[in-house]
Every structure is written in C-alpha cells, then in structure tokens.
C-alpha cells in the first residue's frame, strides 16, 4: 500500500508541475514528453500495486498459510528487515518530499551576486579539471566529442551567416550566444537584439552593464546565467532585475575583472519590457 501511495503521490505531483507550468523550472521544456511519460508509468505502476494489495488482502486456497505453511517462506522475496524496507520506501519517496516541501524559485540576479561569475583562465583555476561552469557562455561541448561539437557549431553557424541584423528570440537564445562567443570575429559588426534583465556588476569601475537570462540546457543540473556585456548610452540607468530590450552593434572588448577579451553590445537603443511570463530560455537540439 505505502508502493501505492508513493507512486500515486509522484504521478500527482507530475501532474501539477505539468498543469502549473512549474516543471520548466527544472528540465528543458523540450523534454516534456519524457515527464509525461514518467507520469504515465507512475500510474501504471501505481495500479499493479493496487491489484497486488488487494490480491494479497483476499485469502484463498492456493496461499492460505494454515494450508500451505510454507508457501510464504517459497515467495519472501527482496528486503526482509524493517530498515531495509524503511530505507528502501525512503528513496522512492525523495523526489516527491523535495517537489513538495522545496518549492519553485525564478532566479533574478541575487543569485548572481551570491554565486558571482568570472571567466577561469583554465580549468585548474576552477578547482577541480574536471568541472564545467555554465555561466554567460553556454557551453554544450561536455556533450560531445570535439569532431562532432565543431561540426555542431559550423552547421548552426551557416544559418546566420551572411545575416547583418539578427533577433534573438527565446528559442535561439542559447544557440546564438553560445556562436557569439565561440566565433566572435563572425558576429563582430553585426547588429544583435534580445530581451533580458539587467544586471550591475559590481566589479566594474564603468558604468558598464550586463543584460542577462537565465538559461536550462538540459535540467537545472546544468542551468547557468547567459549574455552579454552591455554599454548602454550615458542616459539610460537601470537597476538590477529591470527587463529590456536592447539592439545594438556587437564588438569585443576587453573587460578588466575578466583579464580577457569577450564579446559585447554597443547598445543603440534599448527599451524597458515587461518581465515574460517563462524568463527561463532553453537549449534546442
């Protein structure tokens, strides 16, 4: 019975993100279908526990122990000890104590400012060689090996070449501004313009600004903060978490706190929005 109620609670639970709109809060909305499966077979599962509950709750002939009384020692299967069995129901049930006792945040830029992101120089600079920071570039080369990530590259780079003005929408945000970094010098003069909130660095002696979005390649396991370094004209301020559209002139600069050159916008325009119902953008493959 406990199976039962775990399974029906998760197959709920899925159910509600699905309904809310919540559970792009934690995987790329492309992948979808595979929460709907995963519901669908918490279901499932959910019913053959029934019917195994109540078959086991009806004695009859063929299992009556006072008639066979061994035939519960030929079926004890799995765990046998209430702490393997507490262990065991405890597993099953995380995901569902976390879905409902953790709730659902938007990111804004405190969780920049608490976290702050920089460019390593090199891996070592992270810590460890082995981890992979997501932050302003998106970086989907983890996911592949290097022949077939350049292929990637060079296949998604051929839809935009020879455009001068590019709009970037939320379903090409990760895409664009993973090329932009990748190929700068392709993209260098080119008139960009996107939607973000703003973010002040702190570091910067400038009155320099970022505008940002926070951006899922796959699950929120590899979630990052994404865009680009702004230079907005001497008039126009906005404090941090302020939406904008920005369109702009796309160079390379060399930002000081960073000791690199990255790319940035040369912003000609820029205009205050409303904050999009979703503000997270995802990474198509």
């Known amino acids: 019975m406990i199976r039962f109620i775990i399974l029906i609670g998760y197959m709920g639970l899925m159910m509600y993100l699905q309904v809310s709109g919540e559970l792009n809060q934690y995987i790329n909305v492309h992948y979808n279908y595979l929460a709907v499966l ?14 195994l509950w109540n078959k086991a709750a009806v004695p009859n002939e063929a299992t009556d122990v006072s008639i066979h009384p061994f035939a519960h020692e030929e079926h004890e299967h799995g765990l046998t000890k209430w702490y393997q069995k507490g262990l065991a129901y405890l597993l099953l ?7 409902l006792l953790f709730p659902t945040v938007s990111l804004d830029t405190s969780i920049v400012e608490a976290k702050g992101f920089n460019f390593p120089i090199s891996k070592e600079s992270v810590g460890d060689p082995d981890i992979q920071t997501q932050y302003l570039k998106p970086d989907t080369s ?5 022949t077939d990530y350049n292929k990637q590259m060079e296949k998604a780079l051929q839809r935009y ?11 090409n945000f990760l895409e664009i501004m993973e090329l932009i970094y990748n190929y700068p010098s392709e993209f260098d003069g080119k008139t960009i313009s996107y939607t973000g909130f703003v973010y002040n660095a702190k570091q910067a002696a400038t009155a320099d600004q970022f505008v940002f979005r926070f951006g899922i390649i796959h ?4 979630s990052g903060v994404f865009g680009l370094l702004t230079h907005l004209p001497a008039k126009e301020q906005y404090a941090n978490n302020d939406w904008v559209t920005v369109t702009g002139t796309l160079q390379t600069d060399y930002y000081a706190p960073f000791k690199r050159t990255i790319p940035a916008l040369l912003v000609k325009h820029v205009t205050s929005v409303s904050a999009p119902k979703n503000q997270y953008v995802y990474r198509s493959f």
């Open 38 to 51: 995963s519901m669908i077979l918490a279901f499932v599962l959910a019913m053959a526990q029934l019917l």
């Open 219 to 222: 699950c929120v396991a590899d």
């Open 93 to 99: 049930a995380f995901p569902l104590v976390v879905g």
């Open 161 to 171: 070449d020879g455009k001068q003005t590019i709009k970037i929408t939320d379903e």
């Open 142 to 146: 983890i996911y592949y090996d290097k």
